[in-house]
């Protein structure tokens, strides 16, 4: 008599459908340039305070690579708030920053539930706030 096979349970990672791990399910998720106006937040609270060396490189790199506004970042949050996306995928789409839609599935699988249509309407909405921002 053959025993029934139970399915595995999918990998943690993100692919068609986004499976992080426990501790990370219920966490927001920042984009780069939200974690540099966090950090900035913090240092500005106690101008004697001295920060260790991994906070001063971890901010140092958000401010590189977060290149917008504090209103600019508000208005993109607002716009993909908007949206059927998890909190992963703004996150995601907000840092990498793809061009086309096909770029967008490969480095975000699960917006494979988007037809093509409303994820250029999307991306096409970024890249508007983007160049606005700048």
Do not use: H
């Not at 990672?13 to 399910?25: D, K, Q, S, T, Y």
């Amino acid at each position: 008599e053959m025993e029934a096979q139970q399915a595995a349970p999918a990998p943690e990672g993100v692919g068609a459908v986004i499976n992080l791990p426990e501790e990370f399910r219920n966490a927001n998720c920042l984009s780069i340039a939200e974690v540099s106006f966090l950090l900035d937040g913090i240092r500005e609270r106690d101008a004697e305070w001295d920060p260790s060396e991994i906070f001063k490189k971890t901010q140092q790199y958000a401010q590189v690579f977060s290149q917008t506004t504090r209103v600019a970042s508000e208005e993109v949050r607002a716009l993909l708030n908007a949206r059927d996306l998890q909190e992963f995928e703004r996150a995601q789409l907000v840092n990498l920053a793809p061009e086309t839609t096909e770029e967008a599935k490969v480095l975000v699988p699960s917006l494979e539930r988007f037809d093509e249509d409303a994820l250029q309407q999307i991306l096409g909405d970024l890249a508007a706030l983007k160049r606005f921002a700048k």
